[in-house]
């Protein structure tokens, strides 16, 4: 079932007669397509997409006509108003996080005589927390990319190399490889820099000691994401035993992770492995994170997530244990994993995670 059927099925369960969308990001997860400017208007039998002249040619070429009546008007809220009219919409549901109050106080001027409620929001983010295997393939897609830019990374970097250049290099390879974009910005930090989990790229040669490189590659709007930690030069003795530590932590954790775990406890296990090695205090960030859509959203892998969230068939997270000691350097390994819709544990990442020396 398309996404649009499903959320119109969400619709019809809640008793609600249509929603207007307004948001890119929901607009393109129930159309599939990318564009920036209209609405997406769902009855419970019908959807419309709403554009202008720079997508109409765009819309109707990629957008199927069976799941959607694709319409150029001359005033969007006129429009929806015609249609809510002609459908007899006396409920419309918002995205309420994204509808500001300058324009829900709008909607309310405008749409005479229909009750506008907050929810639309909470349906979508649901909706897309589970994947479909359309979904889980899609993200494969773009993990495979993401694991040829650190193979690619590793053979061509260069002592002299700037953190910037390799930041770069990594997004340059994504995208010459079918990446619409990186996923987000991506983290290339060494030396002193890599104590700093979300550091920026300089425009500085690389330091000695850990290169900790975070990235992602989006393809048709789905994220991947993924680190990897090297060492520049020839790694000591500290150096081996933290990073021996944050890869026993996750392994540990990729072992226990499973249909059902309250992810709390996944969190727990890696903490507690960090914690009893000597560096409490040094992992301060979760264990992981839903990706999708968006390359931070929900399921979580915390400490502070609720005792009743727990990972389930469809669910894509990080499990990403790192130690950081300040001012000195920092390390983090991050794989990207699903539920399959089987219920076994399915790692998209393939890159290899044994300590690797350059130069």
Known sequence: MSNIKRFQQKLNEKGVDAALISSELHQRYLSGFNYSDGYILVTQKKAYLLTDFRYIEAAEAEISSEDFDIRMPKGMLLEIITIMDAENVKT??????????????????????????????????????????Q????????QKITDAAFAHIVKMMTPNMPEIEVALELEFFMRRSGAECAAFDTIAVSGSASSMPH????????????????????????????????????????????????LKAQLAALDFIKEGIVCRDADKVARDIIDNAGYKGAFGHSLGHGVGMLVHESPRLSFAAPETMTLERGHVVSVEPGIYLSGKYGCRIEDMIAIDLDGKLYNFTKSPKEMIELF
Do not use: H, W
């Open 92 to 133: 419309l549901l918002i995205e309420e996080n994204i509808v500001s109050v300058a324009q829900k106080t709008l909607f309310e001027k405008k749409f005479e005589g229909v009750e506008i409620l907050s929810g639309a929001s909470a349906i979508l983010d649901n909706m897309r927390e589970v994947k479909t295997q």
């Open 135 to 142: 979904e889980l393939d899609t993200m494969d897609e773009a």
């Open 199 to 246: 550091g920026v790229p300089r425009n500085v040669k690389l330091e000695a000691g850990f290169l900790t490189m975070d990235f992602g590659a989006r393809v048709r709007g789905y994220c991947s994401d993924m680190t990897r930690t090297v060492v520049i030069g020839k790694a000591d003795a500290e150096i081996k035993r933290l990073y021996d530590n944050v």
